[in-house]
């Protein structure tokens, strides 16, 4: 099983660059290129809930779930 994060697709969609949405949400740009990039390990729900909250969006246009 594996978990996509799309941010980079939702962020295309707002038409915001990766740089506001960090500053937005309060967390460093390295930070969020790791999450962008899927290297996470894992995400706080408080970190979800404000990328939720910037972009008008749900958990789930930002990660999907398919298995291997």
């Known amino acids: 099983m594996s978990i996509t994060v799309n941010l980079d697709v939702m962020l295309a969609k707002r038409k915001m660059k990766s740089k506001e949405l960090a500053e937005l949400i309060g967390i460093t740009?390295?930070?969020?290129?790791?999450?962008?990039?899927?290297?996470?390990?894992?995400?706080?729900?408080?970190?979800l809930e404000a990328?939720?909250?910037?972009?008008?969006?749900?958990?789930?246009?930002?990660?999907e779930y398919t298995e291997d």
């Open 29 to 47: 740009t390295a930070n969020l290129s790791i999450l962008k990039s899927g290297k996470a390990k894992a995400v706080r729900f408080s970190t």
């Open 51 to 63: 990328i939720c909250k910037a972009l008008n969006c749900q958990p789930a246009d930002i990660l």
